[in-house]
């Protein structure tokens, strides 16, 4: 099942000040594939999924979704296809409206997409999902701020799955979040694209979050691709010097006698 | 037999806001003159309560109800305010989480360098300016003429870090308190920003207090780690031993919730209601 889902070539996107911040990044997704976009800030990461999603314009390269040609595509044409595109953002605080219960929250997108045809079906529906997402039926008539930050997160991907997408962008969903509350809500999303078939592009700085649920993984760098492969490949034998300098960077739960001290994962300084 | 630099003592703290919830329980941890200690937990778990408690910057909203934090023996909680401001001013350093905010936008890297030189040490503008400038060399700024010369916005999140650094240590502080100083940075940096802090700390045999929730950089950086969960202390020793031999078993489950790039068949383990259980349980919560 190797069919691919998106096929972005020669993506370049310049802001208006005519700064260009992607140049050329080639990017391909299958049906059923989780990719890793990794890189530090300025990388390019975010804009690139943003431009996926048409969230900005390119202003080189053609995006393929599902064999159909996106680039340039009308809003008014784009909209059908909106639902089987979807995005979990970093900050749910920032992407859930706080006036409006969990339930309004899950609810309306069903509705406005025509999935659920009556109330029952909806409320039917989001109870489901709330119950996959390991969220109590309390929750439904809170506000997100009378949420902890793990169970807004998974609202947050509660409202994306139940459009029942094909294509799920998510941009560092954990970066905010404790590492007991990151272990949940990643091995939910996991189990999630699993059931659903789901691809999924997965915008990260954390390599090791990379590593633990992508398959595939793109490392950025200056708004081009620095190296693309298989994760089990790619971290065990990374082909490009920043790769192996993104890795040696990070400090490992183990002590590591002269880490520190090496040149190791440290460009030159400021 | 000399007091150790910094002792904590049972100390507990109340939110007034929150009908007295507790927010530290009976935490007592030592530290050593140039000893370096990790100070960790998730959040909700008090770590920068301590921080802020030692740095004398507590919210109206916590109340301390009992225990002493003693500075070279003698209590920060029962000394007269005035001294208190003191002690602290002249001994007990902060590193803040962001950079970005924790500098004065309006105002230049010099005169935010040289104001505690000018009135802590009754340095001269000159001489403040001079020992200003080592400072930022010692930090490796390679222009420290231009850096003094720039506000804020100026310069990047990491050079931003490094005059935080050199102003952490201007006083020749006996304590620096570092409030997760590298959650805001890329990872490349982070690793500049904690090799730097370790030089500086050797450099001056000033005692750090790194409080930070990832465990990988307590290992490369400190000598000591305490674990706190909801205020109280669950597990504290050499950070080799802790690490390597885990004796708590929430300690055990923190290490495995982590991913490791390194072990792609571990980490991401939830840690088990029962351990959350076992740890409300053991420190009375309901």
């Known amino acids: ?270 | 037999m000399t007091a150790p630099l910094l002792s904590i003592e049972n100390l507990n703290a109340i939110s007034t806001r929150e009908n007295g919830a507790p927010i530290l329980r009976d935490v007592s941890l030592t530290l050593e003159r140039g000893e370096v200690l990790g100070l960790v937990g998730e959040s909700g778990a008090g770590k920068s309560t301590i921080a802020k408690a030692l740095l004398g910057i507590l919210p109206r909203t916590v109340q301390v109800t009992g225990g002493a934090i003693r500075f070279e023996g003698r209590d920060l909680m029962t000394m007269p305010s005035r001294a208190l401001r003191d002690l602290i001013g002249t001994h007990i350093a902060l590193i803040p989480q962001d950079p970005q905010t924790a500098l004065n936008p309006g105002r230049r890297i010099e005169a935010q360098l040289t104001d505690a030189l000018r009135l802590r040490r009754g340095l001269s503008s000159k001489e403040a300016r001079a020992r200003a400038l080592k400072l930022l060399q010692e930090v490796h700024i390679r222009d420290p003429e231009r850096v003094l010369r720039a506000y804020p916005h100026e310069l990047s999140g990491g050079m931003r870090q490094r005059v935080l650094i050199a102003s952490a240590f201007a006083l020749e502080p006996k304590l620096v308190v570092a409030d997760e100083p590298t959650t805001a940075l890329d990872v490349t940096v982070q690793k500049q920003i904690l090799r730097l802090i370790r030089d500086m700390q050797r450099t001056h045999g000033t005692a750090v207090i790194f409080v930070t929730h990832d465990l990988g950089v307590v290992a490369q950086t400190c000598d000591s780690v305490t674990l706190l969960y909801a205020g109280k202390v669950i597990e504290a020793g050499r950070t080799a031993d802790v690490l390597t031999a885990p004796r708590h078993a929430y300690t055990k489950a923190l290490l495995a919730a982590g991913p490791r790039y390194d072990r792609p068949d571990s980490g991401l383990e939830p840690v088990p209601p029962s351990v959350f259980e076992a740890l409300r349980a053991e420190i009375g919560l309901g």
Request: net charge neutral; glycine share 8%; charged share 25%.
């Open chain 1, 1 to 270: 099942m190797n069919e691919t889902l998106i096929d972005a070539t020669g993506i370049e996107v310049t802001y208006g000040n005519g700064i260009k911040v992607l140049h050329g990044v080639d990017v391909s997704i299958c049906r059923g594939e989780t990719v890793g976009i990794v890189g530090e800030s300025g990388s390019g990461k975010t804009t690139l999924g943003r431009a996926l999603l048409r969230l900005v314009d390119v202003s080189a390269g053609s995006i393929r979704f599902d064999g159909r040609d996106i680039t340039r595509l009308p809003e008014g044409e784009m909209r059908p296809l909106r639902r089987r595109i979807q995005m979990i953002f970093q900050d749910p605080m920032a992407s859930l409206n706080p006036r409006h219960t969990i339930r309004r929250i899950l609810s309306e997108p069903l509705k406005l997409h025509g999935l659920a045809k009556t109330a029952a079906e909806t409320e039917a529906r989001v109870a489901k999902m709330l119950e996959r997402v390991s969220l109590p039926a309390v929750c439904l008539d809170r506000n997100p701020h009378e949420l902890s930050g793990g169970q807004r997160q998974r609202v947050g991907i509660a409202r994306a799955a139940l459009l029942e997408p094909d294509f799920v962008l998510a941009d560092e969903i954990v970066s905010g979040l404790d590492v007991s509350t990151q272990a949940q809500v990643l091995k939910l999303l996991k189990g999630l694209s699993a059931d659903l078939g789901l691809s999924m592009a997965f915008i990260s700085h954390d390599l090791s979050v990379i590593r633990a649920v992508c398959d595939r993984v793109y490392v950025m760098r200056f708004g081009k691709i620095e190296e693309e492969g298989a994760c089990a490949e790619v971290f065990a034998n990374p082909r490009s010097a920043y790769t192996r300098l993104l890795l040696d960077a990070i400090p490992l739960p183990e002590i590591t006698p002269g880490w520190l001290d090496s040149k190791a994962g440290v460009e030159d300084a400021a």
